[in-house]
């Protein structure tokens, strides 16, 4: 792989020219852009296997644009994106390829690792998954004591649980109504006392979900859940009936107790926060069911090959990711708002969060150089009509300049009354509001007086884009999800850092593991820390002791 060391980025010819065409664009108003070109707001549009992307309403130009697709082709974007797909080892800090594309090709399909072709072995796991989803929802599989399985919960963390909470939550509607579905993740033990208290063991089932299984939150929480599960079915045997692991690591999941039998794979070439649709889906799958799943697999396939196929200028993670240079890079924004005018997608900032934080929150190139241009942004949002009522404000008002992704369906799951209608008018609305605003003399015009004007000035001029597709259902999520998780793509490969490994949250792990040893000891320990953390385990220890 080419190597670019940190100044080249700025260096290239299509950065310089974007640096200075920024200047122009910074000084003019989407007002202007619009009336300048009316059609504008069917132009800047692209549509791709049911996806409707209006780009319209960004500070851009056509030369912006055009400068943003020559800066992807100086970068190598498209070389980079073939690299991933033909399993080169991009993820060089951890010496792995990274192909959770091929967790969605097709049966026939061909891709190779290391010369070994991978299709046949996913959708051998996607039919054992299958199989089992199958037993579980028809009350074929029971538990111990012969009773039906009625609540699964999927105990796991980061890509081992944002994933299943949000796509269980996502695909609500599709769901077997008479299951319960619960997601623990966190050490905190309310997690797993809350997700357990009004529920029977004997008709529960543990979905242990861990890539390594040695995440100390995941272990600790699946000790808790035996342990609970135990104090009723007494007998060992139970675990068999009442814990399945899905996992990269057989023998520690047999080591925990786990049959292997009822364990589910995948492979070192899916990253966590890429995992979904992998085996690490098997909550989803027993949720929405086999086909449903397999729909959803479809959808994310679809848009792996707009991505892989599509000539840029109309590739709809290609425009996001370069928006989002644009942006951080040259507008000096640090935050993207997701804003889903749909209820069900109430966790999808949550996971947005992870896959484009944990990719893209790097500061050194894949050659270790420290970068001198600003990556990821902060990424945060909540459902709409919601945030209407609380921080939008800020967005339409405030100092900040904030990109925005409006995420709308023509269609609703719940069509009551007139609500959808309301919904929509609402995302519509949003976007015209921040993006024209309202100015002093229209103020004026509705009479308001004079001291009163200032405030109730919108300025305008604030960015967003507005996605739109015909109703949430699992192909269309995992259309959605495709769509971010190749934005991440096209963003790390301008900056050039490794959007697939996470460092940043090893240092942590490694001095918490210490911290416990000290909370824990009988004896005093000897604390070697700074003055802060010494106090702060001295002041806990004496509590605990009281
Ligand atoms: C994701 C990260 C991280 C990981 C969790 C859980 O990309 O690697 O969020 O998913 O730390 O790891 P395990 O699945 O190994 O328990």
Not at 82 to 100: K, Q, S
Not at 132 to 146: K, M, N, Q
Not at 153 to 169: C, F, K, R, W
Not at 448 to 466: D, I, K, M
Request: net charge negative; with cysteine.
């Amino acid at each position: 792989m080419a190597t670019t060391t940190t100044s080249q980025l700025r260096e290239t010819a299509a950065w310089r020219a974007l640096a200075e065409h920024a200047e122009e664009v910074r000084g003019a108003h989407l007002r202007d852009f619009f009336k300048a070109d009316p059609a504008r707001g069917e132009r800047l549009t692209a549509e791709a296997e049911g996806i409707y992307l209006d780009y319209s309403k960004n500070r851009i130009t056509d030369e912006t644009l055009r400068l943003l697709l020559q800066l992807a082709e100086e970068r190598g974007v498209a070389e980079r994106r073939d690299a991933m797909f033909a399993g080169e080892h991009i993820n060089v800090t951890e010496d792995r390829a990274v192909l959770h594309v091929a967790l969605r090709a097709p049966k026939g399909s061909h891709i190779e690792v290391d010369g070994e072709d991978v299709v046949p072995k996913v959708h051998e796991v996607l039919d054992r998954m299958s199989a089992f989803s199958d037993r579980i929802r028809s009350g074929e599989w029971t538990g111990h004591t012969g009773r039906r399985i009625r609540n699964v919960i999927n105990i796991g963390i980061g890509g081992s649980d944002l994933g299943p909470v949000m796509a269980y939550e996502a695909l609500r509607h599709y769901t077997q109504r008479d299951l319960t579905f619960r997601f623990v993740s966190n050490v905190d033990g309310t997690d797993i006392v809350e997700a357990t208290r009004d529920l029977d063991p004997e008709e529960t089932l543990f979905i242990v979900s861990s890539k390594t299984f040695t995440t100390l939150e995941t272990i600790r929480n699946a000790t808790t859940a035996r342990e609970w599960a135990l104090s009723k079915l007494g007998d060992e045997a139970a675990v068999a009936k009442h814990f399945v692991a899905v996992s990269t690591n057989a023998d520690e999941v047999s080591e925990f107790g786990i049959d292997t039998a009822n364990m589910f794979g995948f492979w070192d070439w899916v990253g966590g926060r890429y995992s979904m649709d992998s085996a690490i889906g098997l909550s989803t799958m027993i949720a929405i069911g086999p086909e449903n799943f397999r729909q959803m697999l479809a959808g994310f396939h679809a848009i792996d090959e707009h991505f892989r196929t599509t000539p840029f200028e109309r590739n709809l993670p290609v425009l996001l990711g370069l928006l989002t240079v644009w942006y951080s890079d040259f507008f000096g924004a640090q935050t993207q708002a997701i804003l889903p005018y749909d209820q069900y997608l109430k966790r999808f900032p949550a996971y947005l969060q992870q896959l484009t934080m944990e990719s893209n929150g790097k500061s050194v190139t894949l050659d270790g150089q420290r970068v001198d241009y600003e990556t990821s942004p902060v990424y945060w949002g909540e459902p709409g009509t919601n945030g209407q009522h609380s921080f939008y404000q800020l967005i339409h008002q405030g100092t900040k300049l904030i990109p925005c992704d409006f995420i709308g369906f023509d269609q609703t799951l719940n069509p009551v009354a007139n609500h959808h209608d309301l919904l929509t008018a609402n995302v519509f609305a949003q976007t015209e509001a921040l993006a024209f605003g309202k100015t002093p003399e229209q103020v004026r015009e509705e009479g308001t007086p004079e001291w009163l004007v200032p405030h109730r000035v919108f300025e305008g001029n604030r960015p967003s884009n507005t996605i739109l597709a015909d109703r949430l259902d699992p192909g269309t999520l995992g259309k959605l999800v495709a769509l971010y998780e190749h934005s991440v793509f096209v963003q790390g490969a301008i900056w050039n850092v490794n959007s697939f490994d996470q460092w940043g949250v090893e240092l942590g792990k490694v001095l918490a593991k210490r911290i416990a040893e000290e909370l824990e000891s009988k004896a005093e320990p000897e604390l070697t820390h700074d003055s802060s953390t010494n106090v702060l385990i001295k002041r806990y220890r004496e509590s605990k002791g009281r």
